[in-house]
């Protein structure tokens, strides 16, 4: 599993963990300092990776890689996120992510050599609301006016207070 941030490495190791019924023992993690692989089930760090120079070595071990937030990576030639996917390139590459990209410089579909706008496979919103694993989206209406603590001290003054607009200046 590839991600790019510490807290996905965390959250990815205890949902594995949840819902596998393993141990952290059985969960290797290659990112930051820690560099202890299982080549079985392990967590990696998209950064970490591009900086491990027995990558395509390291790459032969897996036959399945899953890339979360995938949408962050480019399909440029040049880009890093390419140069690791080609190393896994023998591998079965599954790329999870809410919101693809359809840009020039970042592409979700290109980097995983798909039609454009197509994915392999969705979950709709409402098919997650409907097995019970996201709730229905609520508007909530919030005052644009922010608050005196979050704008400082108090700067117009009230005729009723001059000794206040004495203090703040006004």
């Known amino acids: ?14 949902r594995l963990i949840q819902f596998l019924g393993i ?10 300092t820690k560099k202890k692989r299982t080549g079985k089930l392990d967590i990696a760090m998209m950064q970490s990776l591009t900086r491990v120079e027995e990558l395509a ?17 480019s399909a440029a030639a040049d880009s890093a ?3 690791i996917l080609d190393h896994f ?8 992510t809410a919101t693809p990209k359809d840009e020039i410089d970042r592409n979700t579909y290109r980097l995983f050599d798909l039609e454009r706008g197509v994915p392999t496979d969705e979950y709709a919103l409402d098919d ?4 019970g694993f996201l ?6 209406a919030v ?9 400082g001290p108090r700067r117009t003054c009230r005729p009723s207070f001059p000794s206040a607009c004495a203090r703040t200046r006004c």
Do not use: F
């Open 57 to 73: 070595e390291i790459a032969e071990d897996y036959s399945q890689i899953i890339i979360d937030e995938c949408h962050r990576g």
């Open 1 to 14: 599993i590839i991600v790019h941030l510490q807290p996905l490495m965390v959250q990815w190791r205890e």
């Open 81 to 83: 996120w390419r140069e």
């Open 135 to 140: 709730v229905p989206a609520r508007a909530v």
């Open 128 to 131: 997650a609301v409907n097995d």
């Open 143 to 151: 005052s644009p006016r922010a608050t005196s603590r979050a704008r």
């Open 23 to 32: 141990t952290k023992k059985e969960i290797g993690t290659l990112g930051g």
């Open 89 to 96: 390139s023998s591998a079965t590459q599954i790329g999870l």
